[in-house]
């Protein structure tokens, strides 16, 4: 099927107008064809703003309920929400820079559906608050005493399912990008690639839209958080980025990390 004519339908039915929230979008997302069959082509997409809305059928709650109940209040993420309520909340937030047009695009978007709880965007947080998640992944899956993964649970997402062998293609658009491959929602160092990034295999990161960056390298027992708002220069900043981090770790700690 062509992806220009899956494209072209997907502008013309207007997703986003008028009230949308995830039972709506769920439903106009519905009406459209994919571009490929299911478990062939890895394509960025809504995915996963379907899957908040089958949490919502599944949990009987709002995505952003659920979240907050189960993950946010236990985890001690008290700023992170879709919704900014005060003005003391709005004059922290972080504004794109007026000539970053699509991301102060995406934001006028978003701050006009204060009523769709986005699976796949749209929190909002501090870097405290992404710090205490973060960590939680880099413990495994627990925090604080309190287990929020099952160990089976966190080895499926944070292992590749998209790699050689598993018949998933994918082209030049792939962001978990090259030398990752792809859990559950989780990029997953695979190899080297041809840029040859520092890290570890095994190491996880997911970089946001909006500029926002994570790496959990479990080998080091080590997280770094990069939060900026940003669109124009995210990748030549996160690639800098990264080799302060690594660079801060002689080559006799990472060959020994490795070799274990």
Request: hydrophobic share 35%; charged share 25%.
């Amino acid at each position: 099927m062509s992806g220009a004519w899956v494209k072209k339908l997907y502008s013309e039915a207007h997703l986003l107008d008028g009230h949308v929230d995830n039972a709506e979008f769920a439903e106009r997302i519905a009406r459209l064809p994919l571009t490929r069959q299911p478990g062939t082509f890895w394509r960025y997409g809504h995915s996963t703003n379907v899957l908040g809305r089958v949490i919502e059928i599944v949990s009987g709650e709002t995505l952003y309920q659920f979240m907050k109940q189960h993950i946010f209040d236990p985890l001690g993420m008290t700023h992170t929400k879709f919704v900014l309520d005060t003005r003391e909340e709005r004059a922290l937030k972080a504004e794109p820079l007026p000539n970053d047009t699509i991301l102060v695009d995406e934001e006028r978007k978003r701050r006009a559906h204060p009523e769709w709880e986005s699976g796949g965007s749209g929190l909002v947080c501090t870097i405290v608050d992404y710090a205490r998640f973060a960590q939680m992944l880099l413990n495994g899956g627990e925090l604080d005493g309190k287990q929020y993964l099952s160990s089976a649970a966190f080895e499926d997402m944070t292992t590749d399912h998209i790699g050689p062998g598993s018949g998933v293609g994918h082209d030049y658009f792939y962001f978990p990008g090259d030398g990752f491959g792809f859990g559950y929602g989780l990029a997953v160092r695979t190899g080297p690639g041809e840029t040859n990034q520092p890290g570890s295999i095994g190491e996880l990161k997911w970089d946001s839209g909006s500029g926002t960056y994570v790496g959990i390298d479990r080998k080091l027992d080590m997280l770094y958080i990069l939060m900026e708002q940003i669109d124009n220069e995210r990748g030549p900043i996160r690639v800098a980025l990264r080799k302060l981090v690594y660079d801060a770790f002689t080559s006799n700690d990472i060959e020994r990390v490795d070799h274990h």
